[in-house]
């Protein structure tokens, strides 16, 4: 088809010059119906010659060019549904191109609906591509720009009637006027981007406006789910507060207890002064981490973090990261901060007195133990900022210090405890080289992120469960003493907790084997990536959506008369594969789905670049969308007031909702609910 597209284009541009003369057998006429109100109308009227036809919109793809309007700037005024044409297309079967094509001939009008928001800042420019053929000829295709301002509608909207009882005032560029677009304030409206894709729509199709918010009529029904508070920060305080405690039993901390409390309780006779200096101390800590995750968040912003987490060179460079830190915690190197420094704050604290001196040894800590909390940190870090809270790293970064400084504070308090204590060892070590393997697994998640939102399938599910099954069955083997790092101690003989702990190791890589074969695994569900990339499948029972694309599952909703259920989904999310597995798969959720509705997965982390940057505005800023992703994102907020994925909403066919959203939860009965509810009030 490429190839005879071609040569029709040669064959056309041959003729033009044979014949000495510009064939142009499209005359355009745009303008602007203004009678006063706010809703607005522009008419793209096009004249053709006789034996000359232009192709309708949203033809298939591999034919010829399809007739598209864009909108490139769009300011001080919104887009009321599609673009619509005055007459229905002929619609014929082309054997050169072997598909069912659809064209107009004579005179015909198109018709964009618009709403003025702001008159005083009203901007509208952008431009028509289109293709023209006759019996002989298929001439390139052309652009025709048009673009209107304030001055080419009323001032006084806000007291202006309705548009059909007042008489038509048309502003019309002149014919030949072709104004450049302004491309500082360039701007598409994510609905007439979508629109393009949209196959067979014609003429008498449902006009609304499938991206108007419908926020209030979701709080309604009781939405739950929008009305509930965040939890986000919750987890990821007790994530951070987790990673804290991991922390502690690294080599790099847990020495540094008895030794730092019993600096405090000789530092002075007085007991009660000791205690009081070990809590500032921790308190020191706290301040600290914080800090760092409020400077982080404050230079990169929250959406800057959210789009990290799923950025490729950053999950990339993330992945090489944790497998550097997993191969010096196997005993390859030593990986530390410059002495420089921390022989620097040592010379401070003993300079400082008072509270000053303490904050420079909390310093020293996080320096010292950076080779061993810096992984935890990163990994603390890169999940909160997916979770798209500006106040994220902050919490999290509150938790882990937390979780760090307790043991300081607690045992100064209580010294005698540290008697209790386990003494530093050859146990730490292997603290050290378990974390190293779990690095090294979690290592591929990032990578997998990566693969996942670029496309580029090179780390397929079946890939990702093999290195995973070779890494658990190698930690298990490890802690079994079958294998010895550098900085080892011999294992003269396997204690009970070793035990326990390979035979979980072990028998966990030997439960991922059927994965290999499609096994859901739910689970890993959270961490591998979805079965749809797993090129040997045994299972079925998975569910896919039918559309990654919004505009046009509801187009085929439509026709079908059916309901929607729109998935707003990320390759990054864990909870969305754990919904997948653990929620889809149940027969009765997998026949609702496929049979009963039209799903459409939109991933809000897809780094799919638009064919243009689209310019919204969004709580009186001016937002760039430069990807597919940031598109779905943006419908999210826009349409349904939320950002959190998963999250699910039940749609009728003019995008109206059919119940309150659905949000993580793995109860199946719920779920089956949810989706019932929406079939009992959905009337096509």
């Known amino acids: 088809m490429r190839k005879i597209y071609t040569i029709l284009m040669l064959f056309a541009l041959a003729t033009v010059v044979v014949q000495g003369q510009i064939k142009t057998p499209a005359k355009w006429k745009i303008g602007l119906v203004d009678s006063g109100a706010p ?102 295709p052309e652009r025709k720009s048009f673009r209107f301002d304030r001055k080419d509608i009323k001032t006084n909207v806000s007291t202006a009637t309705p548009l059909e009882e007042e008489s038509d005032e048309v502003a019309v560029p002149e014919e030949d006027e072709d104004p450049a677009v302004d491309a500082e304030t360039t701007s598409l409206d994510p609905a007439e981007e979508q629109g393009a894709v949209i196959a067979g729509k014609t003429a008498g199709a449902a006009k609304g406006n499938l991206w108007t918010p419908v926020i209030d009529e979701m709080k309604a029904f009781g939405d739950a789910t929008l009305q509930a508070p965040d939890m986000s920060g919750l987890f990821i305080f007790f994530a951070g507060f987790l990673g804290g405690l991991l922390a502690l039993l690294t080599p790099c901390v847990w020495p540094m207890i008895p030794m730092t409390v019993s600096f405090f309780l000789k530092r002075t006779k007085d007991r009660k002064k000791a205690i009081r200096d070990a809590l500032t101390y921790g308190l020191a800590i706290i301040l600290i981490y914080l800090t760092m995750g409020l400077v982080l968040t404050g230079i990169f912003g929250a959406s800057a973090l959210n789009d990290l987490a799923t950025n490729a060179v950053f999950n990339v460079l993330f992945c090489l990261l944790l497998v550097l830190f997993a191969v010096s915690f196997f005993g390859a190197f030593e990986l530390a901060l410059p002495a420089s420094w921390t022989s620097k704050l040592d010379r401070k604290a003993d300079s400082a007195t008072g509270w000053l001196s303490i904050f420079f040894m909390a310093f020293t800590l996080a320096l010292v133990s950076f080779s061993c909390t810096g992984p935890i940190i990163g990994t603390l870090l890169v999940q909160a900022a997916a979770m798209g809270s500006i106040a994220g790293p902050a919490i999290g970064m509150f938790g882990f210090a937390l979780a760090l400084s307790i ?274 009030n959905y009337h096509p």
């Open 39 to 140: 809703e607005k109308t522009i008419v793209f009227t096009v004249s053709l010659d006789d034996g000359w036809h232009l192709y309708d919109m949203n033809l298939p793809s591999g034919g010829p060019i399809s007739t598209s309007f864009t909108f490139e700037t769009l300011i001080g005024a919104e887009l009321i549904g599609q673009t619509e044409p005055s007459t229905p297309p002929v619609s014929k079967y082309e054997e050169m191109f072997e598909m069912e094509l659809r064209w107009y001939e004579g005179t015909v009008a198109f018709t964009q609906h618009i709403k003025v928001t702001d008159p005083k800042k009203f901007k509208i420019a952008g431009e028509v591509e289109y293709m023209t053929c006759d019996d002989a000829n298929c001439l390139p």
């Open 407 to 680: 043991p300081f504070a607690l045992f100064a308090v209580f010294p005698n405890l540290l008697q209790n204590m386990p003494k530093s060892g050859g146990w730490l070590n292997s603290v050290k080289v378990v974390l190293g393997f779990l690095e090294l697994a979690l290592a591929l998640k990032f990578l997998s992120v990566a693969d996942l939102a670029y496309g580029w399938g090179i780390l397929d599910r079946e890939v990702f469960i093999v290195l995973w099954i070779v890494i658990f069955a190698l930690l298990g083997v490890y802690l079994l003493g079958k294998i010895r790092f550098a900085h080892d101690s011999e294992v003269r003989y396997v204690s009970v907790p070793r035990l326990f702990l390979a035979m979980i190791s072990l028998s966990f890589a030997v439960y991922m084997f059927p994965g290999l074969w499609g096994a859901p695994l739910k689970s890993i569900s959270a961490f591998a990536p979805p079965l749809s990339t797993q090129d040997f499948n045994l299972y079925d029972n998975e569910v896919h959506a039918a559309f990654d694309d919004y505009e046009a599952g509801m187009q085929y909703a439509r026709r079908a008369g059916k309901p929607v259920m729109i998935d707003f989904s990320g390759f990054g999310c864990v909870n969305c594969r754990k919904m997948e597995a653990a929620v889809w798969t149940d027969p009765r959720v997998k026949q609702l789905l496929e049979k009963d509705y039209v799903l459409i997965t939109l991933f809000v982390d897809d780094k799919t670049k638009l064919p243009r940057p689209v310019e919204v505005e969004e709580h009186g800023r001016i937002r760039r969308l430069k990807t597919v992703g940031d598109q779905w994102s943006y419908l999210q907020r826009s349409k349904f007031g939320a950002n959190a994925q998963p999250f699910y909403v039940l749609l009728d066919n003019e995008g109206r909702p059919l119940g309150p959203s659905y949000a993580y939860n793995e109860d199946i009965s719920q779920y089956i609910k949810f989706l019932q509810d929406g079939l009992a």
